[in-house]
């Protein structure tokens, strides 16, 4: 079972409600901190909890590819079926955008590493007939 931190929680949502939005980092901090208020130790919280506003965010967090529904349903010893929601945390895409951020850093430190990575056949397919001529 993988762990998802608050710092992940937070790169993942300044990365998609957060673009959307323009928020702050401080509004970013403070919805990670709402959202995993909800989770704790847990990959999925009861509908019930939620509040109409929780609700809302929690749709937007779905719609981000965040979070994600499930229910299930129960017999009632009436014989009615009574439906529970949850709502599942997707550890493994906020932990994919949060560390997101760590490979483009490490693409972009040095350009000029993608020169290095090419091999010789590489480098002499792309010769134009000219280049060839002056060697």
Do not use: C
Not at 25 to 41: N, T, W
Not at 114 to 124: F, N, R
């Amino acid at each position: 079972m993988s762990v998802v931190t608050m710092h992940q929680v937070e790169l993942a949502l300044a990365k998609t409600v957060g673009k959307k939005s323009d928020m702050s980092g401080e509004d970013i901090r403070k919805l990670a901190e709402h959202v995993m208020s909800f989770f704790g130790y847990t990959d999925e919280v009861i509908d019930n909890r939620l509040t109409p506003d929780d609700r809302d965010i929690f749709y937007t967090l779905e719609e981000e590819g965040l979070v994600t529904t499930t229910h299930e349903e129960v017999l009632l010893k009436k014989g009615k079926l009574w439906r529970i929601h949850y709502w599942i945390l997707k550890k493994d895409q906020i932990i994919r955008l949060a560390n997101a951020d760590d490979e483009a850093e490490k693409a972009a430190d040095k350009p000029s590493d993608v020169y290095e990575e090419l091999s010789d056949e590489q480098w002499a397919r792309h010769r134009t007939p000219s280049s060839e001529d002056d060697a």
